[in-house]
Nanobody, 123 residues
Framework: QVQLVDSGGGSVQAGGSLRLACAASGLTYSAHCMAWFRQTTGKERERVAYWNRYAGSMFADSVKGRFTISQDNAKNTLYLQMNSLKPEDTGMYYC?????????????????WGQGTQVTVSS
């Protein structure tokens, strides 16, 4: 059974940092495109970062230069390091795994989802 567990969210002031974790079980993340989506009230989920073994990490323009992705193969876990956080980064963050290593902008192409972790950035 595949499971993704999101953790690491919290409340910080603008300029602060958080590190989100996506712990995978039942799949080897390196065989999939792994992504983080952000959702805010009334809006569709927006992909903010993704990773696959071929292209490495890619980021939405809104977070480029502030977010990075790292991996811990031993723990089968990916991390999203978020620095210089802004109030507009506020939202529920979901880790997701696509069926293959191909990455898509469309959230419907991601087969597995974590439960989400809330990030709140105050000004």
């Amino acid at each position: 059974q595949v499971q993704l567990v999101d953790s690491g969210g919290g409340s910080v002031q603008a300029g602060g940092s958080l590190r989100l974790a996506c712990a995978a079980s039942g799949l080897t993340y390196s065989a999939h495109c792994m992504a983080w989506f952000r959702q805010t009230t009334g809006k569709e989920r927006e992909r903010v970062a993704y990773w696959n073994r071929y292209a490495g990490s890619m980021f939405a323009d809104s977070v480029k230069g502030r977010f990075t992705i790292s991996q811990d193969n031993a723990k089968n876990t990916l991390y999203l390091q978020m620095n210089s956080l802004k109030p507009e980064d506020t939202g529920m963050y979901y880790c997701a795994a696509a069926r293959t290593s191909l990455c898509s902008l469309d959230s419907r192409n991601y087969l597995y989802w974590g439960q989400g972790t809330q990030v709140t950035v105050s000004s």
